[in-house]
């Protein structure tokens, strides 16, 4: 029961409150708790929380602004086409078993029984259309098979109005309302649907069954279904057959006459829909038939007609219906939004033993339905709706995205992993054996060019340009690459992984390895096993930044130490020097306001603790004596020139620099600690041989 406070009971409220918004009766029977997505109980779903009886509603109150709040996003976008639908639970029951020609395992036994969702729909119209148009109607089912789902999202016509995917968005465009007036609803009697048809000749055959009684159908029970597509059944062999989907209403087939549909239309909008509502309520639930066309190369290549075509179908007369299941629909769903709404067909959910083909309509198609579901459902996480959710296990590594409400544990988001080998739970794995595999193709017809999941052998040498790599360094570079990898491996906790990457680099570089090894003071693994030799490969100069030469000055940054009573002459001349050279002068100097020079005044670019040596590629300065001396006391100016020194910069010096800060700092000269007067030159140059007397490198 909701917790209530004396005043929450209504106290010191007027006592008629509850009355009013209830029509006079206080009792509701019934039910749990009325609360806020948040779990807090709710004391009146009646009326909103004023500043007095008359007064205005206060934004204090939470629990309308939820209410209203969720309410204003209650709908999410219709079905691009197929908006109109509704949908049953079910089960599939397969009769005759098929193992010779599929490895799939709802056709593995008779009497298996898989779990289905199935929706029907009308094409063309919105959402809120009627069902009795003259359309074509889906008919989608989405088997929860033990090995996944398979959505097997079809038609109740056997052919389709175009041949490849890339028409489609014109098709829909010509048959939805027209696009300057919004109408026709739910309807192809008009210009743009006949113009287009009538330059797609492609279309006609397909036209023949929408002017057919198949596109009145008297209820969804008596439709045959059609998955259309010409697809592939694969056996545990690996043997593809050709197949075509049927269903067959048990109900049998039976449409409407126009007028009927035109008068329903008027009297009952949703005539379809009740029908299907009404049969599962009272218990006559609807079955069809599963029936397969299966049909080898040979048969598809005596036809007169692709069977990569959709807009052909193979006359039974020629390769007849073996019916190997029924489908059976006997629970409407709890509710139509989470369910109905929200269920996402995707053709390209087949399982182990059912494989595509070449037809390009199909191939399309595997793109279209994945990429609408986003825009459809809002996430990527759509799959993690109920209705969509396999019903088998499932596990992978996709992770995160909008609304994700899986809390996978531990860090294993990767593979290849071993942290099995440090006590982790490792995460899923592939299956090569019992994993779906694509039907490989022969080479040999033009259905079934050769599909792999394969690196060639071309690619299979993974060191030799490693090796030439740390061959092309220079040695103050590999230094460099020796000491990045004891660093990075130093943060690596996992053991037999550093242990690992050793063995690793012992295929790049012996010398290297080693290094590696006893910055670690590890020892030195075994090689790893290469598959391809390594070779030794020419170095090449082009992979060392140091080889390069040293850069131009231009685009580089030279901070400028100054302080009260400095040379502004000697400055300017740094300055111009450095902006000569196409570089960019910073002034640093302790305090940032006008400062007193000898020759004038300055303001800084920068304060001197704010603006450390790192953020410039070389730096100098021009200083009096007693400011060097001031300075050599400063923490932030020491730090100023052995930053510089310690990463090999050149360092500009003044005489009084020298005396009081370098000197002290035992920063002697070499190439790059010049007197200012040799500064710009040198300037853009790092300085590497001073590295080693400054920094302990592997
Ligand atoms: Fe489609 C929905 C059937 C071609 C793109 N299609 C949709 C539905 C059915 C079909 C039954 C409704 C599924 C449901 O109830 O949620 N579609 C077909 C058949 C086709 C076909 C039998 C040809 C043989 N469709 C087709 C092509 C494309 C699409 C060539 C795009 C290139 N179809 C879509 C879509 C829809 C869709 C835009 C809208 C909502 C959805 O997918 O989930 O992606």
Redesign the pocket.
């Not at 491996?489 to 790049?508: A, D, F, I």
């Not at 131009?552 to 901070?559: A, D, F, N, S, Y």
């Not at 007067?677 to 853009?684: G, H």
């Given at each position: 029961m909701p917790k209530t406070t004396k005043q929450a009971k209504g106290s010191k409220a007027p006592a008629s409150r509850n009355t009013i918004g209830k029509g006079g009766d206080t009792h509701q029977a019934g039910g749990p708790p009325l609360t806020t997505n948040f779990g807090v109980p709710i004391s009146d779903n009646q009326n909103s929380l004023k500043a007095g009886a008359r007064g205005p509603v206060l934004l204090e109150d939470f629990h309308l602004r939820e209410k209203i709040f969720h309410f204003d996003h209650e709908r999410i976008p219709e079905?691009?086409?197929?908006a109109r639908?509704s949908g049953a639970h079910g089960f599939f029951e397969c009769t005759d078993p098929i193992p010779d020609l599929s490895r799939a395992s709802l056709f593995a036994e008779k009497g298996k029984r898989t779990p289905v969702f199935t929706?029907f729909?009308t094409v063309a119209g919105s959402k809120g259309s009627k069902d009795t148009p003259r359309d074509v109607r889906?008919?989608?089912v989405k088997f929860y098979t033990d090995e996944g789902n398979w959505d097997l999202?079809?038609?109740n016509m056997p052919v389709?109005f175009i041949q490849d995917?890339i028409k489609?968005p014109d098709l829909v465009h010509a048959v939805k309302p027209e696009a300057d007036r919004m109408f026709p609803q739910a309807a192809s009697a008009h210009d743009t649907f006949w113009d287009f048809v009538s330059l797609m000749p492609e279309s006609t055959h397909m036209l023949t069954w929408l002017m057919s009684d198949f596109a009145l159908p008297r209820s969804f029970r008596t439709m045959q279904g059609f998955g259309?597509?010409t697809f592939r059944l694969v056996n545990e062999a690996g043997e593809s057959t050709f197949v075509k989907f049927h269903w067959r209403p048990r109900q049998g087939t039976q449409s409407t006459t126009w007028d009927e549909a035109v008068k329903i239309s008027g009297a009952d909008p949703d005539f379809l829909r009740r029908d299907l509502w009404e049969a599962i309520q009272k218990g006559d639930f609807p079955e069809w038939d599963f029936a397969i066309q299966a049909f080898d190369l040979d048969t598809a290549r005596s036809l007169p007609f692709d069977v990569l075509d959709?807009s052909k179908l193979i006359p039974e007369e020629i390769v007849p219906l073996r019916v190997i299941g029924r489908m059976v629909l006997d629970r409407w769903p709890d509710n139509f939004f989470a369910e109905t709404e929200q269920?996402?067909?995707l053709p390209h959910n087949v399982v182990p033993g059912i494989d595509f083909t070449n037809d390009p309509?199909l191939q399309?198609?595997l793109f279209?339905?994945l990429d609408?579901?986003k825009s459809?459902l809002g996430t990527t996480n759509f799959f993690q709706i109920p209705v969509n959710q396999p019903k088998c296990p499932f596990a992978n590594l996709n992770r995160d995205g909008t609304m994700q409400m899986a809390v996978p544990k531990g860090r294993a988001n990767y593979e290849p992993n071993s942290l099995d080998q440090a006590g982790e739970e490792p995460g899923p794995r592939e299956d090569p054996v019992n994993g779906f595999t694509s039907f490989r193709g022969s080479g040999e017809d033009n259905d079934a060019s050769e599909k792999l999941r394969v690196r060639p052998e071309s690619f299979a040498d993974h060191f030799s340009q490693a090796r030439m790599m740390f061959a092309s360094q220079t040695s103050i570079e590999q230094a460099h690459m020796a000491s990045a990898f004891v660093f990075e491996l130093s943060k690596v906790e996992l053991e037999h992984v550093r242990t690992r990457m050793l063995s690793q680099l012992r295929n790049v570089d012996e010398g290297l390895a080693k290094r590696v090894a006893d910055g670690l003071a590890m020892p030195l693994p075994k090689a790893a096993a290469a598959v391809a030799p390594t070779l030794d490969l020419d170095a090449s100069d082009k992979l060392s930044i140091v080889k390069q030469g040293d850069p131009p000055m231009k685009g580089r940054k030279v901070g400028i130490l100054f302080d009260e009573g400095s040379d502004k002459a000697a400055l300017d001349k740094l300055g111009k020097a450095v902006i000569d050279a196409g570089g960019t002068p910073f002034f640093v100097a302790p305090k940032v306001g006008e400062l007193k020079l000898k020759g004038g005044t300055m303001k800084a670019d920068g304060q001197l603790a704010g603006s450390p040596s790192v953020l410039f590629d070389a730096v100098a300065c021009a200083i009096m004596p007693d400011q060097a001396k001031k300075l050599s006391t400063d923490g932030a100016a020491l730090q100023w020139f052995m930053d510089a020194h310690g990463h090999a910069k050149t360092i500009g010096y003044c005489p009084a620099t020298k005396e009081f800060i370098l000197d002290k700092l035992g920063i002697e000269p070499d190439s790059g600690v010049i007197p200012n007067a040799e500064f710009p030159n040198v300037a853009p140059a790092r300085h590497w041989e001073r590295e080693p007397k400054v920094r302990m490198l592997a």
């Amino acid at each position: 029961m909701p917790k209530t406070t004396k005043q929450a009971k209504g106290s010191k409220a007027p006592a008629s409150r509850n009355t009013i918004g209830k029509g006079g009766d206080t009792h509701q029977a019934g039910g749990p708790p009325l609360t806020t997505n948040f779990g807090v109980p709710i004391s009146d779903n009646q009326n909103s929380l004023k500043a007095g009886a008359r007064g205005p509603v206060l934004l204090e109150d939470f629990h309308l602004r939820e209410k209203i709040f969720h309410f204003d996003h209650e709908r999410i976008p219709e079905r691009i086409v197929h908006a109109r639908g509704s949908g049953a639970h079910g089960f599939f029951e397969c009769t005759d078993p098929i193992p010779d020609l599929s490895r799939a395992s709802l056709f593995a036994e008779k009497g298996k029984r898989t779990p289905v969702f199935t929706r029907f729909s009308t094409v063309a119209g919105s959402k809120g259309s009627k069902d009795t148009p003259r359309d074509v109607r889906g008919f989608a089912v989405k088997f929860y098979t033990d090995e996944g789902n398979w959505d097997l999202v079809g038609n109740n016509m056997p052919v389709f109005f175009i041949q490849d995917a890339i028409k489609f968005p014109d098709l829909v465009h010509a048959v939805k309302p027209e696009a300057d007036r919004m109408f026709p609803q739910a309807a192809s009697a008009h210009d743009t649907f006949w113009d287009f048809v009538s330059l797609m000749p492609e279309s006609t055959h397909m036209l023949t069954w929408l002017m057919s009684d198949f596109a009145l159908p008297r209820s969804f029970r008596t439709m045959q279904g059609f998955g259309v597509h010409t697809f592939r059944l694969v056996n545990e062999a690996g043997e593809s057959t050709f197949v075509k989907f049927h269903w067959r209403p048990r109900q049998g087939t039976q449409s409407t006459t126009w007028d009927e549909a035109v008068k329903i239309s008027g009297a009952d909008p949703d005539f379809l829909r009740r029908d299907l509502w009404e049969a599962i309520q009272k218990g006559d639930f609807p079955e069809w038939d599963f029936a397969i066309q299966a049909f080898d190369l040979d048969t598809a290549r005596s036809l007169p007609f692709d069977v990569l075509d959709a807009s052909k179908l193979i006359p039974e007369e020629i390769v007849p219906l073996r019916v190997i299941g029924r489908m059976v629909l006997d629970r409407w769903p709890d509710n139509f939004f989470a369910e109905t709404e929200q269920v996402a067909f995707l053709p390209h959910n087949v399982v182990p033993g059912i494989d595509f083909t070449n037809d390009p309509l199909l191939q399309g198609r595997l793109f279209s339905y994945l990429d609408t579901q986003k825009s459809r459902l809002g996430t990527t996480n759509f799959f993690q709706i109920p209705v969509n959710q396999p019903k088998c296990p499932f596990a992978n590594l996709n992770r995160d995205g909008t609304m994700q409400m899986a809390v996978p544990k531990g860090r294993a988001n990767y593979e290849p992993n071993s942290l099995d080998q440090a006590g982790e739970e490792p995460g899923p794995r592939e299956d090569p054996v019992n994993g779906f595999t694509s039907f490989r193709g022969s080479g040999e017809d033009n259905d079934a060019s050769e599909k792999l999941r394969v690196r060639p052998e071309s690619f299979a040498d993974h060191f030799s340009q490693a090796r030439m790599m740390f061959a092309s360094q220079t040695s103050i570079e590999q230094a460099h690459m020796a000491s990045a990898f004891v660093f990075e491996l130093s943060k690596v906790e996992l053991e037999h992984v550093r242990t690992r990457m050793l063995s690793q680099l012992r295929n790049v570089d012996e010398g290297l390895a080693k290094r590696v090894a006893d910055g670690l003071a590890m020892p030195l693994p075994k090689a790893a096993a290469a598959v391809a030799p390594t070779l030794d490969l020419d170095a090449s100069d082009k992979l060392s930044i140091v080889k390069q030469g040293d850069p131009p000055m231009k685009g580089r940054k030279v901070g400028i130490l100054f302080d009260e009573g400095s040379d502004k002459a000697a400055l300017d001349k740094l300055g111009k020097a450095v902006i000569d050279a196409g570089g960019t002068p910073f002034f640093v100097a302790p305090k940032v306001g006008e400062l007193k020079l000898k020759g004038g005044t300055m303001k800084a670019d920068g304060q001197l603790a704010g603006s450390p040596s790192v953020l410039f590629d070389a730096v100098a300065c021009a200083i009096m004596p007693d400011q060097a001396k001031k300075l050599s006391t400063d923490g932030a100016a020491l730090q100023w020139f052995m930053d510089a020194h310690g990463h090999a910069k050149t360092i500009g010096y003044c005489p009084a620099t020298k005396e009081f800060i370098l000197d002290k700092l035992g920063i002697e000269p070499d190439s790059g600690v010049i007197p200012n007067a040799e500064f710009p030159n040198v300037a853009p140059a790092r300085h590497w041989e001073r590295e080693p007397k400054v920094r302990m490198l592997a």
